[in-house]
């Protein structure tokens, strides 16, 4: 009902990063977003603690209220949102390789021949790109 591609993804234990395209003349992001996430929490069992806030406007506790939008400016740009996205897991130290982290679309970037398995293997050209 609200198509859309994923060209990149990696979810973390605290957060995550997505990089979608739309369909042409279709910029709804917030509609797919509240899909998306009504559809996880319905899964998810409710066992998190709420404040009050959070009680009263019937919110789960697993989404921060608000999320940080990017609309990608040129092919420049893309890669290196792209990039990014799949660095985060070694960014914050979650994994030595990103070949370990299962929860990104690393794995499907070096299926398609986008990047090689061993990409980012050498920390100092990660933090010239990358680095805090």
């Known amino acids: 009902r609200h198509p859309f591609h994923i060209d990149a993804w990696v979810v973390l234990p605290e957060h995550m990063h997505c990089l979608w395209t739309l369909p042409p003349g279709d910029a709804d992001f917030a509609r797919r977003w509240k899909v998306i ?9 409710s066992t998190e603690t709420l404040n009050a806030s959070q009680q009263n406007r019937r919110e789960r506790g697993i989404w921060q209220r608000r999320c940080w939008e990017h609309l990608i400016r040129d092919e420049r740009d ?10 985060n897991p070694l960014k914050h130290g979650h994994v030595q390789r990103l070949v370990d982290w299962p929860y990104s679309s690393f794995h499907r970037a070096v299926a398609e021949g986008i990047y090689p398995a061993d990409w980012c293997a050498v920390p100092e050209q990660v933090e010239e790109n990358y680095g805090e």
């Open 37 to 45: 996430k009504f559809a996880f929490s319905r899964r998810l069992p």
């Open 78 to 87: 893309y890669q290196h949102h792209f990039d990014y996205i799949h660095y």
